[in-house]
Every structure is written in structure tokens, then in C-alpha cells.
């Protein structure tokens, strides 16, 4: 990031201790990391290394065992279960893996359910969904369910619900993991169109070094620690898609 | 509110999903509180049909029968004793401020007879003043009136079964002349019918004489004067300890009872027989309550246990909606709402039950049953309690798990 910028996430010696049984798992070894707002960071490394618990912190879906994490102006390190919950619901989407979105449910229930907890109005939580999902390219395809899309469709209604409640802050953990080559293109293109129009953080878990590459920053995480942390120049294929 | 609504839809929405599951889930609330209505509906039948039974014996009545008797240590059966007598119940209509009115009456068990026809009925000689004081309409004729009374007329006011035993359908008994013990009378009126009594026994076996007429030519009494009851009827049923009190006195003084010893005479206030047989039905109605609840108790473990399973089943969902910004209240509310609409459903579907199936034991078992609606807004209600309350373990379980374990669940 660049200096004298204020961070949007502030790490700060952050140590994460698990038991299991009699075993200390120790996912996290003291781990500070900045990360500035509108920056588009990889967190790589190997499965066991720490970067899902990492990005799980970043979430405010767990808190840290030791050390302190600021998100914006706010300790989340004191914060309680809800108090972390309402964070997620205003300032942070997550797009997963294995897109996570409620089967029973059509596309456009699943990106209006961030907005139920929001307290979100009824007719505007429908109107805005439909933005949302126009402006990811599945107009038309409100009343699907989630298996009569594809999986790229499907990932891009997980990426409209993660902003329907206009969240600064973007986490996916392997957002391609389960998807083809075509589709991780066109989502990870989706995901600088979005940064550049939302001014979003996108912070992306990923192990392919391809998908990293569309990041401007990528940091390594080995045996719960940051091992590298180097800035790059993105793709020429992700420099295209930032001109377009 | 909107939160509430939309909460309440997803809940709906995750029942239909599974309708076999959720309708067996709710099998044991739907029987137990149909069973529940069932019960309460019966009991107040019952009641209620005492209740009638009771007023139809007359309000406010109090029986004095004679006592026992005690001859050579032998101890008889109470109202074996010659104790009570005409000039004791008169002399009680002049002496006790509190009585309304007062009756006697004789019986026996007698044979009559009418043309090739012959029955055993009981025989009854009352004063005119009967009728009054255990109101019984006549169907047919007229009762027996003072004339008669002096005269010792040889007139009869027969019970319907009495009329059915000895007459052919359709043939008018008024004017007849039937022997009772061989002794002819005429009758002169017919009384409505009037069924059985709660224990069984019918009411309308009856011949009803003049009492003179009974004590003289039917009954051959040794002792002249002498009655098997006494009815009284007070003014109002707060008057009835004090009439009890009252006749007491005036009978102890009239047979010389000596301070100290027992009473020769038992005074029954019928309004406490009202009350033990009300009493009585209600620990019946209890006991059934009691055993219809159980089946609501275990309706409440079927719905713990099947949202046990939704939650887990669920788990996924819960670690999505936790991520996207649900609070712990939010999940718990939701799967509370979902226990407690299976319930109320159930409950629902109970009551239509227990009204069906009161209709079904009123037509086919001709029991006497009343349908209550604070019964069975009750049974209702409960339902939705029980909902609540076995739904809340479920609800807090899901409540309280954590989100990226629940993400990861396979």
C-alpha cells in the first residue's frame, strides 16, 4: 500500500491458537499485515498455512486469540458475536468456494438475504437485487434456482448477494476453486470491474498462481506466518479488462 | 415487523419441503390436543347432563330420611326405622321460617295390573304438594289435588314406563282402571318422561297415589303417619344450612333425642350430592386431561426432535446466513418460529380433530358432549407453548454455532 495511506485492515501481531483434543494448533504465528482501502490483494500459500484463518479474522467471523485487528476505526478484537455480525452486514461480503448459496431459495431471494438482516424494506430489497443481478450480467434469471445455473452463474449471484448491502470490503476464499478456466476468467474479471466501480477492497485466498496474478499485491503465508509480501504489476489479461 | 414476516414465510417454506416429514412431526401434537378437546368435551357432557339432572330433581332440596335403628345391639340399614312422620314434615312447614315448601312421601314395591297386563313398579303416596316441590311435568290428565287427598280417592298419575309396560301403543290410559294390589284405581294423569338417573336407575317406573289413599288401601301400614322421606325445599340455596339447621333442631326436639346422642333421622342436602357427583366428574375429567396431555407432552418431543435434525441438516444454511450478517437472534428466532408453526398447525389440525371426533362419540355412543371454544382456543394455545417451549433447545443449538465450522459442515 502506499505509504502514509490509513489502512482499511489493521493486523497487528495476531496469533491464532486452536485445541484440538491435547493438541495446540497454532494457525497463526504473529501475523500484521495493512491493507489499504480500494487495494486488490492474493493471500496464497499452502493448505495448513494459515491464510483461510487469516481471511477468516479479516471477516469478523472469529476473532484472534492474541494481538489486534482495526477494520477501518473499529477494534474488532473487542467486539461481541453480534456486534461482529452487524460489521459483516454492513461493511464486508464473502463469496466462497463452493458458492454457498441456499438451494431451496430462487437467485434473487439468495442476493436479497444479506438485506433481510440489514432490515432492508421488502420492495426495496427485491428492487435492489434486480440491480444487482443486471449489473452482473444475470438479467433475466431472478427466479432461477441456484441448480439451474451453471457454476460461473452461480458464483456470480453468491458475488451480487456478497454486495447487496453495498460493503466496502470483498473476501473469497477460492472464488475459482470450483469453477472451469473460462469461468475463473470471467469472474475474476468481474471482480476488477466491480473494483473499479465500487471502489471495493477485494482481498482473494487462492493456491493458482494465474488467479493471484490478478491481484496488485500478493502475500504469502507459510506455517502461520507472512513469508512474502510484494506488490506486482497485474496481468496484461487483468490490465485489459481494467482499461475496458 | 418485516423481519417477523419474512421469517415466518421462510418457516412455512421449510416445512412444506418435507410435508410427509412435518405432518408425522406433528402427528402427536394433532393427537394430543385432539384428545384434549375430546376429553374436556365429554367431562362437561357429563356435567352438564348432571347438572340438568339434578335441577330436575328440584333447586334447593333437602332429603330427610328416617334414621337407623338399633334393637338388641342389631344395627339396621338407615331409614329402616318408623322415625319420621306426616306431623313431623307439617309441623316443619309451620315451624322453619326458611322452607319454601315440603313433601312426603310413602313407598312400596307393588303388582299392577291392567287387563292381561302386569308389571312390578314402585308405588309412591305423596301429598298434592309432590309435584311442587320436585318439579314434574304431566303429559297427559292432571295430578291428584287436595279432594283427593282427603277423600283417600282410589286415583293413579302413572310413569311413562309404566304406561308402556301395561298399555298398547297408542292407547289412551287416562280414564282406565288398573289394579294395584289388587286394588282398583283410576288414572287420572300420565307424567312426562324423565329418564334415568346419572346411576342408572329409571325414573319413570313409578305410580304416584294419594298418600292417604297409599297408606290406607295399598300399603297396609302398621303405624299410621309414618313416611320413608321428607323433601323440603328452601327459598334459596343460601338458606339450605340454615334450613338443614332448623329442621334438625325441630326433629331432635320432636322425637326427644337426648343432647349427646345420634340424630334418628339423616338430612340430605342435595345440592352437596350436585356437588360430590360435580366433583367426582371433574377428578374423572382430570384423569383423562391428564393422560391426553401426556400425548401432548411427547407431540413437544417429536417436534425437539425433528428440528434436532433440521438444525443439523441445516447447518450449511446457518453458517451463510451467519456470514452474511445474521445475529444469534435472528437464527434463533427463525427456527423458533419454525417449531412453533408446526405446533400451532398441529394444534389447528387437533382441534378440528377433537370436534370431529366429539361429533363422532355424541351421533355414535349418544354420549352427552359439549364442545367448548375457551377449550379449545386452550388446547390451541398450548400447542403453541409447548411449540415454544421444545423448540427452544433446537433454536439456541443453531443459535449458538459458529459460523465457520458451520460453513466447512459436509
Same mark, same amino acid.
Given at each position: 500500500?502506499?505509504?502514509?495511506?490509513?489502512?482499511?485492515?489493521?493486523?497487528?501481531?495476531?496469533? /491464532?491458537?486452536?485445541?484440538?483434543?491435547?493438541?495446540?494448533?497454532?494457525?497463526?504465528?504473529?501475523?500484521?499485515?495493512?491493507?489499504?482501502?480500494?487495494?486488490?490483494?492474493?493471500?496464497?500459500?499452502?493448505?495448513?498455512?494459515? /491464510?483461510?484463518?487469516?481471511?477468516?479474522?479479516?471477516?469478523?467471523?472469529?476473532?484472534?486469540?492474541?494481538?489486534?485487528?482495526?477494520?477501518?476505526?473499529?477494534?474488532?478484537?473487542?467486539?461481541?458475536?453480534?456486534?461482529?455480525? *452487524?460489521?459483516?452486514?454492513?461493511?464486508?461480503?464473502?463469496?466462497?468456494?463452493?458458492?454457498?448459496?441456499?438451494?431451496?431459495?430462487?437467485?434473487?431471494?439468495?442476493?436479497?438475504?444479506?438485506?433481510?438482516?440489514?432490515?432492508?424494506?421488502?420492495?426495496?430489497?427485491?428492487?435492489?437485487?434486480?440491480?444487482?443481478?443486471?449489473?452482473?450480467?444475470?438479467?433475466?434469471?431472478?427466479?432461477?434456482?441456484?441448480?439451474?445455473?451453471?457454476?460461473?452463474?452461480?458464483?456470480?449471484?453468491?458475488?451480487?448477494?456478497?454486495?447487496?448491502?453495498?460493503?466496502?470490503?470483498?473476501?473469497?476464499?477460492?472464488?475459482?476453486?470450483? &469453477?472451469?478456466?473460462?469461468?475463473?476468467? %470471467?469472474?475474476?474479471?468481474?471482480? &476488477?470491474?466491480?473494483?473499479?466501480?465500487?471502489?471495493?477492497?477485494?482481498?482473494?485466498?487462492?493456491?493458482?498462481?494465474?488467479?493471484?496474478?490478478?491481484? %496488485?499485491?500478493?502475500?504469502?503465508?507459510?506455517?502461520?506466518?507472512?513469508?512474502?509480501?510484494?506488490?506486482?504489476?497485474?496481468?496484461?489479461?487483468?490490465?485489459?479488462?481494467?482499461?475496458? | 415487523?418485516?423481519?417477523?414476516?419474512?421469517?415466518?414465510?421462510?418457516?412455512?417454506?421449510?416445512?412444506?419441503? +418435507?410435508?410427509?416429514?412435518?405432518?408425522?412431526?406433528?402427528?402427536?401434537?394433532?393427537? !394430543?390436543?385432539? *384428545?384434549?378437546?375430546?376429553?374436556?368435551?365429554? !367431562?362437561?357432557?357429563?356435567?352438564?347432563?348432571?347438572?340438568?339432572?339434578?335441577?330436575?330433581?328440584?333447586?334447593?332440596?333437602? =332429603?330427610?330420611?328416617?334414621?337407623?335403628?338399633?334393637?338388641?345391639?342389631?344395627?339396621?340399614?338407615?331409614?329402616?326405622?318408623?322415625?319420621?312422620?306426616?306431623?313431623? *314434615?307439617?309441623?316443619?312447614?309451620?315451624?322453619?321460617?326458611?322452607?319454601?315448601?315440603?313433601?312426603?312421601?310413602?313407598?312400596?314395591?307393588?303388582?299392577?295390573?291392567?287387563?292381561?297386563?302386569?308389571?312390578?313398579?314402585?308405588?309412591?303416596?305423596?301429598?298434592?304438594?309432590?309435584?311442587?316441590?320436585?318439579?314434574?311435568?304431566?303429559?297427559?290428565?292432571?295430578?291428584?289435588?287436595?279432594?283427593?287427598? @282427603?277423600?283417600?280417592?282410589?286415583?293413579?298419575?302413572?310413569?311413562?314406563?309404566?304406561?308402556?309396560?301395561?298399555?298398547?301403543?297408542?292407547?289412551?290410559?287416562?280414564?282406565?282402571?288398573?289394579?294395584?294390589?289388587?286394588?282398583?284405581?283410576?288414572?287420572?294423569?300420565?307424567?312426562?318422561? /324423565?329418564?334415568?338417573?346419572?346411576?342408572?336407575?329409571?325414573?319413570?317406573?313409578?305410580?304416584? =297415589?294419594?298418600?292417604?289413599?297409599?297408606?290406607?288401601?295399598?300399603?297396609?301400614?302398621?303405624?299410621?303417619?309414618?313416611?320413608?322421606?321428607?323433601?323440603?325445599?328452601?327459598?334459596?340455596?343460601? @338458606?339450605?344450612?340454615?334450613?338443614?339447621?332448623?329442621?334438625?333442631?325441630?326433629?331432635?326436639?320432636?322425637?326427644?333425642?337426648?343432647?349427646?346422642?345420634?340424630?334418628?333421622?339423616?338430612?340430605?342436602?342435595?345440592?352437596?350430592?350436585?356437588?360430590?357427583?360435580?366433583?367426582?366428574?371433574?377428578?374423572?375429567?382430570?384423569?383423562?386431561?391428564?393422560?391426553?396431555?401426556?400425548?401432548?407432552?411427547?407431540?413437544?418431543?417429536?417436534?425437539? +426432535?425433528? =428440528?434436532?435434525?433440521?438444525?443439523?441438516?441445516?447447518?450449511?444454511?446457518?453458517?451463510?446466513?451467519?456470514?452474511?450478517?445474521?445475529?444469534?437472534?435472528?437464527?434463533?428466532?427463525?427456527?423458533?418460529? %419454525?417449531?412453533?408453526?408446526?405446533?400451532?398447525?398441529?394444534?389447528?389440525?387437533?382441534?378440528?380433530?377433537?370436534?370431529?371426533?366429539?361429533?363422532?362419540?355424541?351421533?355414535?355412543?349418544?354420549?352427552?358432549?359439549?364442545?367448548?371454544?375457551?377449550?379449545?382456543?386452550?388446547?390451541?394455545?398450548?400447542?403453541?407453548?409447548?411449540?415454544?417451549?421444545?423448540?427452544?433447545?433446537?433454536?439456541?443449538?443453531?443459535?449458538?454455532?459458529?459460523?465457520?465450522?458451520?460453513?466447512?459442515?459436509?
Amino acid at each position: 500500500m502506499a505509504p502514509g495511506m490509513r489502512p482499511l485492515i489493521r493486523l497487528r501481531d495476531v496469533w /491464532k491458537v486452536y485445541h484440538l483434543g491435547d493438541v495446540e494448533v497454532r494457525a497463526l504465528r504473529g501475523v500484521s499485515l495493512d491493507i489499504g482501502a480500494g487495494e486488490f490483494v492474493a493471500i496464497v500459500g499452502a493448505s495448513g498455512s494459515g /491464510k483461510s484463518t487469516c481471511m477468516n479474522l479479516i471477516g469478523c467471523l472469529d476473532q484472534p486469540t492474541r494481538g489486534t485487528y482495526r477494520l477501518g476505526d473499529v477494534d474488532v478484537s473487542t467486539l461481541s458475536v453480534n456486534e461482529r455480525a *452487524a460489521i459483516r452486514s454492513s461493511r464486508i461480503g464473502f463469496v466462497f468456494q463452493n458458492f454457498n448459496l441456499l438451494g431451496r431459495s430462487t437467485a434473487l431471494e439468495n442476493v436479497a438475504l444479506p438485506m433481510i438482516y440489514a432490515n432492508v424494506p421488502f420492495a426495496e430489497q427485491r428492487r435492489r437485487a434486480r440491480e444487482l443481478l443486471a449489473a452482473i450480467g444475470l438479467h433475466g434469471r431472478e427466479q432461477h434456482m441456484p441448480s439451474q445455473l451453471s457454476g460461473g452463474q452461480q458464483q456470480r449471484v453468491a458475488i451480487a448477494r456478497a454486495l447487496a448491502n453495498g460493503p466496502s470490503l470483498l473476501l473469497a476464499d477460492e472464488p475459482t476453486g470450483n &469453477l472451469d478456466t473460462q469461468s475463473s476468467t %470471467e469472474i475474476m474479471d468481474l471482480f &476488477l470491474r466491480l473494483r473499479r466501480e465500487r471502489r471495493l477492497t477485494i482481498v482473494v485466498v487462492t493456491h493458482e498462481p494465474h488467479i493471484a496474478e490478478y491481484a %496488485e499485491r500478493i502475500v504469502t503465508f507459510r506455517d502461520g506466518r507472512i513469508v512474502s509480501d510484494v506488490p506486482q504489476a497485474p496481468s496484461s489479461h487483468a490490465a485489459d479488462a481494467v482499461r475496458a | 415487523m418485516n423481519l417477523f414476516w419474512m421469517t415466518v414465510i421462510t418457516a412455512f417454506r421449510a416445512l412444506r419441503r +418435507n410435508v410427509l416429514r412435518s405432518a408425522l412431526t406433528m402427528l402427536g401434537v394433532i393427537i !394430543g390436543v385432539g *384428545a384434549v378437546l375430546t376429553m374436556v368435551s365429554i !367431562g362437561r357432557g357429563a356435567n352438564a347432563a348432571v347438572q340438568q339432572e339434578i335441577q330436575s330433581l328440584g333447586n334447593n332440596l333437602v =332429603m330427610i330420611i328416617p334414621g337407623a335403628t338399633t334393637a338388641n345391639g342389631v344395627h339396621s340399614s338407615s331409614g329402616a326405622a318408623a322415625s319420621l312422620t306426616v306431623a313431623d *314434615a307439617t309441623a316443619i312447614t309451620k315451624e322453619c321460617p326458611a322452607v319454601a315448601d315440603v313433601a312426603w312421601a310413602k313407598r312400596q314395591v307393588v303388582q299392577v295390573v291392567y287387563g292381561n297386563q302386569n308389571w312390578a313398579t314402585a308405588a309412591h303416596g305423596v301429598p298434592p304438594s309432590y309435584l311442587s316441590v320436585r318439579p314434574w311435568p304431566l303429559s297427559a290428565g292432571r295430578f291428584f289435588d287436595q279432594r283427593d287427598e @282427603a277423600g283417600a280417592s282410589p286415583v293413579a298419575v302413572l310413569g311413562q314406563t309404566v304406561v308402556d309396560q301395561l298399555f298398547a301403543a297408542g292407547e289412551d290410559p287416562i280414564g282406565a282402571i288398573i289394579r294395584v294390589k289388587n286394588v282398583p284405581f283410576e288414572v287420572i294423569g300420565v307424567l312426562a318422561r /324423565k329418564g334415568q338417573t346419572a346411576w342408572g336407575q329409571d325414573q319413570d317406573d313409578v305410580v304416584l =297415589m294419594p298418600f292417604l289413599t297409599a297408606e290406607r288401601r295399598v300399603l297396609g301400614t302398621q303405624i299410621l303417619g309414618t313416611v320413608d322421606m321428607v323433601v323440603v325445599s328452601a327459598a334459596t340455596a343460601d @338458606a339450605l344450612p340454615k334450613v338443614e339447621r332448623q329442621i334438625r333442631r325441630l326433629l331432635r326436639e320432636r322425637h326427644r333425642t337426648p343432647p349427646g346422642q345420634d340424630d334418628d333421622f339423616t338430612v340430605r342436602d342435595l345440592n352437596e350430592i350436585a356437588e360430590a357427583s360435580k366433583n367426582a366428574s371433574a377428578v374423572m375429567m382430570n384423569l383423562l386431561l391428564s393422560v391426553a396431555s401426556v400425548s401432548l407432552l411427547v407431540g413437544g418431543i417429536g417436534i425437539m +426432535n425433528i =428440528m434436532l435434525v433440521s438444525v443439523t441438516e441445516r447447518t450449511r444454511e446457518i453458517g451463510v446466513r451467519l456470514a452474511v450478517g445474521a445475529r444469534t437472534e435472528h437464527i434463533l428466532l427463525q427456527f423458533l418460529v %419454525e417449531a412453533t408453526a408446526l405446533s400451532l398447525v398441529g394444534g389447528a389440525a387437533g382441534v378440528v380433530l377433537g370436534i370431529v371426533v366429539t361429533r363422532l362419540i355424541a351421533s355414535l355412543a349418544a354420549w352427552p358432549t359439549l364442545l367448548s371454544a375457551p377449550a379449545a382456543a386452550g388446547a390451541f394455545l398450548v400447542a403453541g407453548a409447548i411449540g415454544i417451549f421444545f423448540g427452544f433447545y433446537p433454536a439456541r443449538r443453531a443459535a449458538r454455532l459458529d459460523p465457520i465450522a458451520a460453513l466447512r459442515y459436509e
